[in-house]
């Protein structure tokens, strides 16, 4: 039986993880499982991280100047 679809307005996107990556996801997955007593899937963990970091702003600040660190000490001009 399938799963029914609980996201409105939802959008299909696809993403590229390492294998080491994938199989630690599917270890969450079933640890998370066993602790909620129902079945959680890698794709309902990546869509949680994603909205935990997403809906507050200070930690979607932070991501954001720890994925834009490479670029400013590149751009930093030494006089």
Not at 35 to 42: F, I
Not at 57 to 62: K, V
């Amino acid at each position: 039986m399938a799963r029914r679809n609980f996201l409105n307005d939802a959008l299909v996107v696809s993403c590229k993880i390492e294998r080491d990556m994938l199989n630690t996801l599917h270890d969450l997955a079933a640890l998370e499982s066993l602790h909620s007593g129902r079945t959680v899937s890698v794709q309902e963990l990546i869509r949680n991280a994603l909205e935990y970091v997403y809906t507050d702003n200070e930690r979607l600040r932070e991501a954001f100047r720890r994925s834009r660190s490479h670029v400013s000490k590149r751009l930093k001009i030494k006089y």
